[in-house]
């Protein structure tokens, strides 16, 4: 028999965390973006659309990745509604990680205000209309899915540590694999 797949490879790992720590990042860099004033303030706003837009095609690629490599089964202890509910809040992350980038990529558009991508590139902008108005009902639509990230990110890590304290099963140390494996 063979033996049953137990580890995330490098490539999802990797992806994982780095685009982890690039939505934070975001969040981050709004809240300073809120702190300052004038060009400062100009310069978070403009990071924090080069690092939506990347985490947009990382999202793209992990998707891609995901399809190809399907995720590892869940430990065979957890209840079906929990397989189901730990499922659908990945699936969400996904529709919500693609869905901020859009929205925000949209309204940039509908403004006509260019993006200059980490100052390497203008980043092609989107066929929308509607100006300033249709911009400022875009930005609505992604600040409430900004509310919908906020929710996914308690759930998820949540769920996380309750795998490790409550129900002390491999789940974490399989996305952080310098905890020791439970044997
Ligand atoms: C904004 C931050 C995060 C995002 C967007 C995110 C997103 C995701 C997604 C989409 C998956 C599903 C992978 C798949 O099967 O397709 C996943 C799995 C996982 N995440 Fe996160 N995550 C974040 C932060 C964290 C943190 C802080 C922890 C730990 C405390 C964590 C622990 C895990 C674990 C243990 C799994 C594996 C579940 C399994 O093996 O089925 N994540 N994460
Ligand atoms: C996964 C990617 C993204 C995340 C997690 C994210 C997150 C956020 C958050 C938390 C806010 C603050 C919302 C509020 O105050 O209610 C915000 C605002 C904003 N976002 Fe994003 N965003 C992402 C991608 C983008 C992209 C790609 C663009 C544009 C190309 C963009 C443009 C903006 C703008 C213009 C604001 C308003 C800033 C202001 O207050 O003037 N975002 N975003």
């Known amino acids: 028999m063979s033996e049953p797949r137990n580890r995330y490879s ?6 994982h965390w780095v685009i982890a720590a690039l939505v934070i990042g975001q969040v981050l860099l709004i809240m300073a973006h809120d702190a300052t004033d004038g060009p400062m303030s100009r310069s978070f706003v403009n990071l924090h659309k080069s690092d939506g837009l990347l985490i ?6 992990r998707i891609g990745w995901r399809v190809a490599n399907p ?3 869940l430990p065979d ?5 929990q397989k189901i509910f730990a499922r659908t809040t990945h699936v969400l992350f996904y529709v919500v990680l693609l869905a901020l980038p859009l929205t925000g990529w949209m309204a940039s558009s509908a403004a006509g205000r260019a993006i200059e991508w980490f100052g390497l590139f203008n980043w092609p902008l989107l066929p929308v ?7 400022r ?9 900004v509310k919908g990230l906020y929710v996914l990110i308690a759930l ?28």
Not at 77 to 81: I, K, T
């Open 10 to 15: 490098a490539v999802s790992l990797t992806l």
């Open 56 to 61: 947009l095609v990382l999202t793209l690629a």
């Open 71 to 73: 995720a590892l089964p």
């Open 77 to 81: 202890a957890m209840p079906r509604w």
């Open 129 to 135: 209309g509607g100006g300033r108005e249709a911009a």
């Open 137 to 145: 009902s875009l930005m609505g639509v992604h600040a409430l899915v």
């Open 156 to 183: 998820h890590v949540a769920g996380a540590l309750k795998h490790h304290f409550i129900d002390r099963d491999n789940v974490l140390h399989r996305m952080i694999p310098i905890i020791p494996r439970r044997p």
